[in-house]
Nanobody, 121 residues
Framework: QVQLVESGGGLVQAGGSLKLSCAVS????????MKWYRQAPGKQRDLVAS???????HYADSVKGRFTISRDNAKNKVFLQMNSLKVEDTAVYYC???????????????WGQGTQVTVSS
């Protein structure tokens, strides 16, 4: 019943900015962590940024100083503000959440469908 939906991707020139959003629906009991991954064609899906329930953040070295992850606990949403975009940032960006659904006892891993980000030179 849990569904994650990303939005905000698109085409932008190098040096520009985009803000990605991810909303989760369903019977959510609690969310432990929210993460953004990205995957370019022919490459591995890599972690870009994460934020925990304690608001601790982590960033991949390649995006430090340019990307900012944040969350809206009231709306169960996570955001990724991307500034100073580079061509190498081009990828499909995926939202990931570690959450507890309904009355289940354990946390589980859920993925969104992905949103395309294309940065042109």
């Amino acid at each position: 019943q849990v569904q994650l939906v990303e939005s905000g991707g698109g085409l932008v020139q190098a040096g520009g900015s985009l803000k990605l959003s991810c909303a989760v629906s369903g019977r959510i009991f609690s969310i432990n962590a929210m993460k953004w991954y990205r995957q370019a064609p022919g490459k591995q899906r890599d972690l870009v940024a994460s934020i925990t329930s304690a608001t601790t953040t982590h960033y991949a070295d390649s995006v430090k100083g340019r990307f900012t992850i944040s969350r809206d606990n009231a709306k169960n949403k996570v955001f990724l503000q991307m500034n100073s975009l580079k061509v190498e940032d081009t990828a499909v960006y995926y939202c990931n959440m570690i959450l507890r659904e309904g009355l289940l006892d354990t946390y589980q891993n859920y993925w969104g469908q992905g949103t395309q980000v294309t940065v042109s030179s």
